[in-house]
């Protein structure tokens, strides 16, 4: 199936430890995305690959470290995990330009104890 | 800087009721807009989106949406609400081709027979 694929779909882990989240899309798309969900449902973007180069990096804690391998994959790496880190992080895919729409993954659940 | 509002967090609604989802959004510059739909559990799918022309827009399963640049608002509509449609849904903004999506804070759903 082509799509936009997020593991582990769910992630418990306690405060302190550092934890990554992989994401592949199979679309061919060449911009990837992270964007928070918290527990208002509110989304809110955190960075975004083109082309494996970093464009869009908003204001996120630098304990937070995306790493892009290829056009294919964006992984999310988290250093010293805190309880307000707890959310569901998606992943999201699209063509650059024209404005076409975000394939999204079906999210991972981050719950820190 | 552009802002997205949706003005009701919750919406019940009978089952074969129309329904209405308003969002309102703020941009200096000209925007795209869109409607994603989120079931629980899972990621987001675009309803419709819209990025020029006719200002009245057809998605999936039912949905349309207006383009009312004067109102600077994109409302959603469906003549007649199935259970499955119960959900949340989300309206988003973006002025720029990079997909930087400005998320509303999304509404809630609920379709009761």
């Known amino acids: 199936d082509t799509a936009v694929s997020q593991t582990p779909k769910y992630l418990v882990t306690q405060m302190g430890n550092d934890k990554s989240i992989k994401c592949e899309q199979n679309?061919?798309?060449?911009?990837m995305y992270w964007y928070k969900q918290d527990s208002k449902k509110f989304l809110k973007i955190m960075f975004s690959?083109?082309?494996?180069?970093?464009?869009i990096n908003e204001t996120v804690p630098n304990r937070f470290s995306p790493k892009s391998p290829d056009k294919a994959h964006l992984n999310l790496h988290i250093n010293s995990l805190e309880l307000g880190d707890s959310a569901v992080y998606f992943c999201?895919?699209?063509?650059?330009?024209?404005?076409?729409?975000?394939?999204f993954g079906n999210g991972t659940r981050l719950t820190v104890t | 800087a552009q802002s997205v509002t949706q003005l009701d967090s919750q919406v019940p609604v009978f089952e074969e009721a129309p329904v209405e989802l308003r969002c309102n959004y703020s941009?200096?510059?000209?925007?795209?807009l869109f409607w994603y739909v989120q079931y629980p559990n899972q990621g987001l799918q675009l309803l419709l989106k819209?990025?020029?022309?006719?200002?009245l827009v057809k998605g999936i399963n039912g949905f349309e949406a207006e383009f009312n640049k004067s109102q600077t608002s994109f409302h959603l509509r469906k003549p007649s609400v199935h259970i499955s449609d119960t959900a949340e849904y989300f309206c988003?903004?973006?002025?720029?081709?990079?997909?930087?999506?400005?998320f509303g804070a999304g509404t809630q759903v609920v379709v009761t027979p």
């Open positions: 679309l061919g798309h060449d911009t």
């Open positions: 999201a895919s699209r063509y650059q330009g024209n404005n076409s729409p975000l394939h």
């Open positions: 988003a903004v973006s002025e720029d081709s990079w997909g930087k999506l400005q």
């Open positions: 941009s200096s510059v000209s925007v795209y």
């Open positions: 690959y083109n082309n494996k180069e970093l464009i």
């Open positions: 819209y990025l020029s022309g006719s200002t």
